[in-house]
């Protein structure tokens, strides 16, 4: 393939704006590498973050002054190395976001595990994104989407796979106490989850999907998210003051913070039932709230825990797909009602520089 330049959207860490700019189109680098056109790429509170210049941990490729943007993607594989098995032309393709550094977890395929922070992750953190017309990856990097119709709904599944990591932790790690209920369903279980954006959505769904009675919080509503609430059976409670008191007073099996607003998550310990877990996956900066010795003895008397999870494994991304295909039959339509807003490219950098109210998930179309 002959080299020749591609549109990608640009930043430079740690200063605000972003640009649509031409790279070069790079060509197959190595046997086991693939060349893949990018189809649609997913918009992020990251992506805001690091356009806004204030994201602290973000950071060019070795060598390089700016970066690609984008983590979240699915594409269509254009070009195989002659090593790569499994992939062909056409193929539609997911690329994971953290690649291995060199410690224990890294070199045996738990990135997501790092030990020592020696990763890298494409579009965020010493490593180009994937808001580009093409990109070249390895193929081992890249999740084959097995059922072609789910187009472009399989651009969730980079955010999906966080979720179905947490699940499996809380799976995983309860204290022995029966989790079901005395008719061995899991409807007598309640779970919270705090924050309905596109992550506290597919948090909802997961547990739901299992079985648990799910009860989610939001400072805003609008006609989406009730319909996604009411079509999944989700309870949806306005939490207008945005600190957690709407739930104040009830007590949860499982709660999934997805806010990282101090205030939120303390409310949401106190509400811990016995043997109940706190899953942490937001983050925010700022604020502070102090830890009080009741809130500690409540954790030891009720045997609670409290776990922080980020990222996912290869296992995650192939079952986030799985859930995807599911739920395109189960709720037929409510994927694609998260996909509030789609532009070109050229249109991007708006969407890029500010979130807009009630949207759940911005997509930039390449095709
Ligand atoms: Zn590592």
New binding site residues.
Partial sequence: MELSSTKAIKVKPGEKGAALADIEKESLNGSGSVLVKTDYTGICGTDVGIVSGKLTFTYPPKGKSDLVLGHEALGTVEEVGSNVKGLEPGDYVIPMVRR????L??RTGR?DL??????VEAGIRGKDGFMSEYFIDESRYLIKVPDKSLSRIAVLTEPLKNIVKVYRIYRHSNTGALEHCSDGSFECRNVLVTGFGPIGILFAMIFRTHGFMVTATNGHTDPVRESIAKKTGIELLMDEKRDGSVFTGKKFNAIIDTTGVPSVVINGIKSLNHNGSMMLFGTSSGTATALDADIITMLVEKNCTVFGSVDGFKQDYIMALRYISMWKEMYPGVLESMITSETTPEHALNSLSSKQHGDIKHIINWK
């Fill in positions: 291995p550094g060199g410690c977890q890294c990135q790092c030990e020592d922070a020696d990763f």
